[in-house]
Structure formats: structure tokens, C-alpha cells
């Protein structure tokens, strides 16, 4: 099937050639994000202008490329990302207003952990997150950094609508639906600010691998900033 | 120049180019026509620039009136001026003409109209895709009372012929494995899939045998359009121009882009076998 093995910023990956203008890098072993969004780095400036789009997600990163995996392995054989490469990018942590009120599930996420609505809040509030992967629909973006207290499995009946800005936990997922549209995750709040930008460059305002906290705006407040 | 008005269309009347490039890293997902080479047969017949946006329509037809002088061209329908049966797939229309084109002979057909079409370029391209309300018109179908307008003109070039999509009782796609391609524990060379309800831009549903497949967990990877799916319940599915950037199934092959447009093409019921290229 055409495998071939590469060493490349200090870990092993298999290339597998998805069709003419798309290669995928796949790593063996459990790849933490940090490593992947490095190596995502490292591909983008080795490849520059001859990379058309890259897609990273867990244990992947797909390069749309003209270049064939010769090329590919030539350029990015032995590369190794200096340590700071990510952090002199993305050092800033992003502060995003959330309303509580809008909480649809705030109820149902307290039950699941056996935690009143006050201090499923206080959880959620104080958190620190990282943006991971846009997925699922445009303008969705995944997240980690959710309190192993506010898992709580997806509804049983996804809901038909969903509002832009909902925050929603499903599992031990979380993400933040950047559209209005289908979902079956528990709501835990509403965020006022648009994320997703399609004529703006970047199209999304949380970007991947974007560390960003949330703090807490009331009905009122969320209200006034809509309109 | 041209300006036409819609007086009828149906729901799924989109306008369309070669896609959305350079936004997978956004979770945009590419969008375009389905049968690009018929997209690009319409474009080459008005002498319009390769990048072209042409109306994109399946199930219905639609109703025109040419507001100004128009040239337009057809492909994958029949169409008929003030009434005539047009013989050729381009006509020009003068101003009060009225344009009745058939419902799609195949599953898309495409409309162009000789010049600059007057839409939303949105990252790119002025492909619509309608679940992010991205390109087109305002992102969504087109509808009775919208005008298409063109910009500056082109000259028609005639003799394109309109690619073959009669496939009698079997089509064949070419596929090459994929990266999980060892799940899968059926034999599907030898297997007449046909082509399920559940096909749309994102996605063609395969109907046949229950496949067999190992136990595999994978984490979402990337996926573009003529991947082929494994789902759990033993069931293909070909992904499709608006499909997502990664998805959670084992990707047991993947189609030859030729091939995409012509799967696009292939009516529910339609046999269909895959070629493996590269076992």
C-alpha cells in the first residue's frame, strides 16, 4: 500500500498518500497536542507557499500539497522544531465572555456529577481551556481543559437548533458551536461574541491550539452586546 | 451582459465553482460542483474564465425570463425557448424570452450564463454551501424573484459535448486503498452496491451486504470528498463535495477523482462496483 516511514521533529510517522494532492501523516504512538500543533508548526514553515491547506486532528496532520512523498520526506526527514515555536505564536490566552443563563442543561450537568448549579458555574468559570480541532460542522471548535466534574453523556434526542455561542459538553468533549444547527451536547451557557467570521482572516476567532478562559456576563449584559 | 429573473426553481438550485480552497484547516469543507467536468463543459461552451460559477440544480427544473440579452448554456437538461424545444445546449436569448429548463436528466445539471456572474465570492469561491450560509447568494438555494446578473461577455465556443452518464447495468469506479483499509473483511471487488436515499452534497449512502470489519477504534482524521467510509453498521458511504474535514470512520478507499463526478451522477438504484487499483 505504498507506507512509507518517517523520522520528523523527534517522532515516527507512517506517510500514506490519500489521493494526488493530499498526504497524510499518520503518528504510531499517543500524540499529545502539544507535539502535534509543534509538528503542525514545523510542516507549515518547511512547506510554506507549496502547503495549499493542513489539517491536523489527534494522531494525523493531512498536508494539501502538490509535492509527491519523495519531496515530502526529503523536506521533512530529521527536522526537529525549536522548543518555543508554538509559545512565541500563540502566547496570549484569550478571555471569552460567557452567560450562564443561557444554560440550557445546567440542571442536567449538575445532577451527573452530583454538584449544585452554583458550583457547576464556579467549575466551568475557573477553567483554562485550549482550542484543539474546528470538526463536527464550520465554525465548531473543540476544546480540552474540561473539569472531570462536569462530564455528563450527550442527550438521548439531539436537539434540531442550536444558537451560535453555545458552549457545549458532550461526554468528556467540549466544544463551542460556532453556527446555529443541529446538536446533542449538554449547554452549559451562551458566549455574545461572534466565532466564527467568514470574511474575516482568520475565518475563526478561537484558532486551534488558542488557550482561552471564559468570565462570567449577566443576561443583561449578554443582551446588550448582541445588539 | 445578461440578466435573467428566476420565475421557478427548486429547492436545491445552488451556485457553484471548482471549490473552496485553503479553509480545511478551518473545518470549511470544500463544496463545488458535483460533476465538475459537466461544470466545466458549461464553462468551456460560453467561453467563460475555468473559475467560473455556474447553477447547480437536481430533482427540479426551472423557469427563466431574460430580463436582457443573455447567452446561457445547459448541460444535463433539456431546455426550451418561448416554447421551442432547443436542440443545441446554449441559446441566445433576447430580452422577454422565456427559458423552461427539464428536470436534470441524470442527478445535477448545470446552467451557465456567458459572462461574469454577479455573486458572493466568500473564502475564495463562490461555492454555496448552505449549512454555513457560505458563498453564492446570501449562502442559500436560489429562489422565485432572484436575478442573475453577468458582467462583461465571452464568446461561445460550441461543439462541447455533454460527458456520458448513461451507465446501463453497472458502473465501475476506480478506488485506491485507504488508510484503514485492512478493516475490512469483505471481498468488495466482487459486490453490486446501488446507490441508497440517503445521498446528498455530503454524502452518497452505498445499499448491499452487511461488510465485515475488524474491531478498530480510530480517532478523527482527515477526510475530503471520495473517501469511502466504513460505518459500524457494515455500510459504505462515499463522501461527497460538502462532506466535513476529518471524520471518525475507518476510510477503506478512496475514489479517483474522475470517478467522483461520475458517482455524482449515478441515480438511487444505480449498480455500482469498485476497481481496486493498487491491491
Same mark, same amino acid.
Given at each position: 500500500?505504498?507506507?512509507?516511514?518517517?523520522?520528523?521533529?523527534?517522532?515516527?510517522?507512517t506517510?500514506?498518500?490519500l489521493?494526488?494532492?493530499?498526504?497524510?501523516?499518520?503518528?504510531d504512538?499517543?500524540?499529545?497536542?502539544?507535539?502535534?500543533?509543534?509538528s503542525?508548526e514545523?510542516?507549515?514553515?518547511l512547506l510554506?507557499?507549496?502547503?495549499?491547506?493542513?489539517?491536523?486532528?489527534?494522531?494525523?496532520?493531512?498536508?494539501f500539497t502538490?509535492?509527491?512523498?519523495?519531496?515530502?520526506?526529503?523536506?521533512?526527514?530529521?527536522q526537529?522544531a525549536?522548543?518555543d515555536?508554538?509559545?512565541?505564536?500563540?502566547?496570549? @490566552?484569550?478571555?471569552?465572555? @460567557?452567560?450562564?443563563?443561557?444554560?440550557?442543561?445546567?440542571?442536567?450537568?449538575?445532577?451527573?456529577n452530583?454538584?449544585t448549579?452554583?458550583?457547576? @458555574?464556579?467549575l466551568?468559570? &475557573?477553567?483554562?481551556y485550549?482550542?484543539?480541532?474546528?470538526?463536527?460542522?464550520p465554525g465548531?471548535?473543540?476544546?480540552?481543559?474540561?473539569?472531570?466534574?462536569?462530564?455528563?453523556?450527550?442527550?438521548?434526542?439531539?436537539?434540531t437548533q442550536i &444558537?451560535?455561542? &453555545?458552549?457545549?459538553?458532550?461526554?468528556?468533549?467540549?466544544?463551542i458551536?460556532?453556527?446555529?444547527?443541529?446538536?446533542?451536547?449538554? !449547554? !452549559?451557557?451562551?458566549?455574545?461574541i461572534?466565532l466564527?467570521?467568514p470574511e474575516?482572516?482568520?475565518p475563526?476567532?478561537?484558532l486551534p491550539?488558542?488557550?482561552f478562559?471564559?468570565?462570567? @456576563?449577566?443576561k443583561?449584559?449578554?443582551?446588550?452586546?448582541e445588539? | 451582459?445578461g440578466?435573467l429573473?428566476?420565475l421557478k426553481?427548486?429547492p436545491i438550485t445552488?451556485?457553484q465553482?471548482?471549490?473552496?480552497?485553503?479553509y480545511?484547516?478551518?473545518g470549511?469543507?470544500?463544496?463545488?460542483?458535483?460533476?465538475?467536468?459537466?461544470m466545466?463543459? %458549461?464553462i468551456?461552451?460560453?467561453?467563460?474564465?475555468s473559475a467560473?460559477?455556474?447553477?447547480?440544480f437536481?430533482?427540479?427544473?426551472?423557469e427563466?425570463e431574460?430580463?436582457?440579452d443573455?447567452?446561457v448554456?445547459?448541460l444535463?437538461?433539456d431546455?426550451?425557448k418561448?416554447?421551442?424545444?432547443?436542440k443545441?445546449?446554449?441559446?441566445?436569448l433576447?430580452a422577454?424570452?422565456?427559458l423552461?429548463v427539464?428536470?436534470?436528466?441524470? %442527478?445535477y445539471?448545470?446552467?451557465?450564463?456567458?459572462?461574469?456572474l454577479?455573486?458572493?465570492?466568500?473564502m475564495?469561491?463562490?461555492?454555496?454551501?448552505l449549512?454555513?450560509k457560505?458563498?453564492?447568494?446570501?449562502?442559500r438555494?436560489?429562489?422565485k424573484?432572484?436575478?442573475?446578473q453577468?458582467e462583461?461577455?465571452?464568446?461561445?465556443?460550441?461543439?462541447?459535448?455533454?460527458?456520458?452518464?448513461?451507465?446501463g447495468?453497472?458502473?465501475k469506479?476506480?478506488?485506491?486503498?485507504?488508510?484503514?483499509?485492512?478493516?475490512?473483511?469483505?471481498?468488495?471487488e466482487?459486490?453490486?452496491?446501488?446507490?441508497?436515499?440517503a445521498?446528498?452534497?455530503?454524502?452518497?449512502?452505498l445499499?448491499?451486504?452487511?461488510?465485515?470489519?475488524i474491531?478498530?477504534?480510530m480517532?478523527?482524521?482527515?477526510?475530503?470528498?471520495?473517501?469511502i467510509?466504513?460505518?459500524?453498521?457494515g455500510?459504505?458511504i462515499?463522501?461527497?463535495k460538502?462532506?466535513q474535514?476529518?471524520g471518525?470512520?475507518?476510510?477503506?478507499?478512496?475514489l479517483?477523482?474522475?470517478?467522483?463526478s461520475?458517482?455524482?451522477q449515478?441515480?438511487v438504484?444505480?449498480?455500482v462496483r469498485?476497481t481496486?487499483?493498487?491491491?
Amino acid at each position: 500500500m505504498g507506507l512509507r516511514l518517517l523520522q520528523f521533529n523527534n517522532l515516527n510517522w507512517t506517510i500514506f498518500q490519500l489521493d494526488e494532492r493530499c498526504i497524510l501523516l499518520q503518528n504510531d504512538g499517543d500524540l499529545s497536542f502539544d507535539l502535534l500543533f509543534q509538528s503542525t508548526e514545523l510542516v507549515s514553515r518547511l512547506l510554506k507557499d507549496q502547503l495549499e491547506d493542513i489539517v491536523p486532528s489527534y494522531q494525523s496532520i493531512a498536508l494539501f500539497t502538490s509535492l509527491g512523498t519523495q519531496e515530502i520526506m526529503m523536506r521533512l526527514e530529521g527536522q526537529i522544531a525549536e522548543k518555543d515555536i508554538i509559545r512565541k505564536k500563540q502566547s496570549t @490566552i484569550r478571555t471569552i465572555p @460567557i452567560c450562564y443563563e443561557y444554560g440550557l442543561d445546567t440542571d442536567r450537568i449538575a445532577q451527573c456529577n452530583g454538584l449544585t448549579v452554583d458550583s457547576v @458555574i464556579d467549575l466551568h468559570v &475557573s477553567g483554562s481551556y485550549r482550542a484543539l480541532f474546528p470538526g463536527f460542522m464550520p465554525g465548531f471548535v473543540y476544546a480540552e481543559g474540561l473539569s472531570a466534574n462536569l462530564i455528563c453523556p450527550r442527550l438521548e434526542t439531539p436537539r434540531t437548533q442550536i &444558537s451560535a455561542g &453555545s458552549v457545549g459538553i458532550g461526554g468528556n468533549q467540549t466544544g463551542i458551536y460556532g453556527l446555529d444547527g443541529p446538536g446533542g451536547w449538554n !449547554i !452549559i451557557g451562551r458566549v455574545p461574541i461572534p466565532l466564527f467570521l467568514p470574511e474575516s482572516r482568520p475565518p475563526l476567532h478561537v484558532l486551534p491550539g488558542d488557550k482561552f478562559e471564559f468570565y462570567r @456576563i449577566s443576561k443583561e449584559e449578554f443582551d446588550q452586546w448582541e445588539s | 451582459m445578461g440578466k435573467l429573473r428566476i420565475l421557478k426553481c427548486g429547492p436545491i438550485t445552488t451556485i457553484q465553482d471548482e471549490g473552496r480552497f485553503g479553509y480545511r484547516k478551518y473545518g470549511i469543507p470544500q463544496s463545488g460542483a458535483m460533476d465538475q467536468e459537466m461544470m466545466h463543459a %458549461v464553462i468551456e461552451l460560453l467561453g467563460n474564465s475555468s473559475a467560473s460559477p455556474v447553477i447547480e440544480f437536481a430533482l427540479a427544473g426551472l423557469e427563466l425570463e431574460a430580463i436582457e440579452d443573455s447567452t446561457v448554456a445547459v448541460l444535463g437538461a433539456d431546455f426550451a425557448k418561448n416554447g421551442v424545444k432547443q436542440k443545441s445546449s446554449f441559446s441566445a436569448l433576447q430580452a422577454g424570452d422565456r427559458l423552461s429548463v427539464d428536470p436534470p436528466r441524470y %442527478v445535477y445539471a448545470y446552467l451557465g450564463i456567458a459572462g461574469k456572474l454577479l455573486c458572493q465570492m466568500t473564502m475564495n469561491s463562490y461555492s454555496t454551501l448552505l449549512s454555513a450560509k457560505l458563498g453564492g447568494l446570501d449562502g442559500r438555494s436560489l429562489r422565485k424573484g432572484d436575478f442573475l446578473q453577468t458582467e462583461s461577455t465571452s464568446e461561445v465556443t460550441a461543439l462541447i459535448t455533454e460527458p456520458s452518464r448513461n451507465y446501463g447495468e453497472l458502473l465501475k469506479l476506480q478506488m485506491k486503498a485507504g488508510p484503514e483499509w485492512s478493516v475490512l473483511r469483505s471481498e468488495i471487488e466482487t459486490i453490486s452496491f446501488a446507490i441508497g436515499r440517503a445521498s446528498n452534497r455530503t454524502g452518497i449512502s452505498l445499499e448491499g451486504p452487511i461488510l465485515k470489519q475488524i474491531d478498530f477504534e480510530m480517532s478523527s482524521s482527515s477526510v475530503i470528498p471520495g473517501t469511502i467510509q466504513l460505518l459500524p453498521s457494515g455500510k459504505l458511504i462515499v463522501l461527497m463535495k460538502d462532506c466535513q474535514t476529518t471524520g471518525g470512520y475507518p476510510r477503506i478507499g478512496q475514489l479517483m477523482r474522475e470517478d467522483l463526478s461520475k458517482l455524482a451522477q449515478a441515480k438511487v438504484g444505480q449498480k455500482v462496483r469498485f476497481t481496486h487499483l493498487n491491491a
